[in-house]
T-cell receptor, first 113, second 110 residues
Framework: DTEVTQTPKHLVMGMTNKKSLKCEQH?????MYWYKQKAKKPPELMFV???????INESVPSRFSPECPNSSLLNLHLHALQPEDSALYLC????????????FGEGSRLTVL | QKEVEQNSGPLSVPEGAIASLNCTYS??????FFWYRQYSGKSPELIMS????GDKEDGRFTAQLNKASQYVSLLIRDSQPSDSATYLC??????????FGSGTRLLVRP
């Protein structure tokens, strides 16, 4: 079973709203990732958690706040976003941060009005 | 700067033909190589992984790796219109980050 589940599939929010994206995997993977993808571009790494600790933050603005409550769950808290933050947000997991195949969830399509 | 290069395409092939997608990478220390298929508006789907020199076959897909030339390719035999998508090459260097190419758009003409 190579499944990464993301909710919600679609989210529309205003610039003053606070919302969260959620991600879950039950493959026993110990590394979880957030990517942002704009149309016709490759995925752009935002954050990596390894063994529930934040290992990589790619200089992401503080209006994006990741959280890893346990090894199966990953959240991305959103606050005061800008219209240019509209994108497909992808969660992914990997056996360990430095090895193995990376599996993506279906993504959350975010629109900021 | 570690880089992964792909021709953006579109690569247009007739149905039933072999589609050949290519990828070059700059970091000689790269250890793992992946091909993802991404349909428009959907998330990337892993279709092949390869770790050692040579060929790896899975159904209609064959991945080829040549570490000396820093080159990895994906062959799709008997191409179908449903194979029309963007194919992303990704390279692992032993760190947490995978380096993605910008993708090649494949169009299979009926």
């Amino acid at each position: 079973d190579t499944e990464v589940t993301q909710t919600p599939k679609h989210l529309v929010m205003g610039m003053t709203n606070k919302k969260s994206l959620k991600c879950e995997q039950h493959m026993g993977h110990r590394a979880m990732y957030w990517y942002k993808q704009k149309a016709k571009k490759p995925p752009e790494l935002m954050f990596v958690y390894s063994y529930e600790k934040l290992s990589i933050n790619e200089s992401v603005p503080s209006r994006f706040s990741p959280e890893c409550p346990n090894s199966s769950l990953l959240n991305l808290h959103l606050h005061a976003l800008q219209p240019e933050d509209s994108a497909l947000y992808l969660c992914a997991s990997r056996l360990r941060g430095d090895t193995g195949e990376l599996f993506f969830g279906e993504g959350s399509r975010l629109t900021v009005l | 700067q570690k880089e992964v290069e792909q021709n953006s395409g579109p690569l247009s092939v007739p149905e039933g033909a072999i589609a050949s997608l290519n990828c070059t990478y700059s970091d000689r220390g790269s250890q793992s190589f992946f091909w993802y298929r991404q349909y428009s508006g959907k998330s990337p789907e892993l279709i092949m992984s390869i770790y050692s020199n040579g060929d790896k076959e899975d159904g209609r897909f064959t991945a080829q790796l040549n570490k000396a030339s820093q080159y990895v390719s994906l062959l799709i035999r008997d191409s179908q219109p449903s194979d029309s998508a963007t194919y992303l090459c990704a390279v692992g260097t032993g760190s947490y980050k995978l380096i993605f190419g910008s993708g090649t758009r494949l169009l299979v003409r009926p």
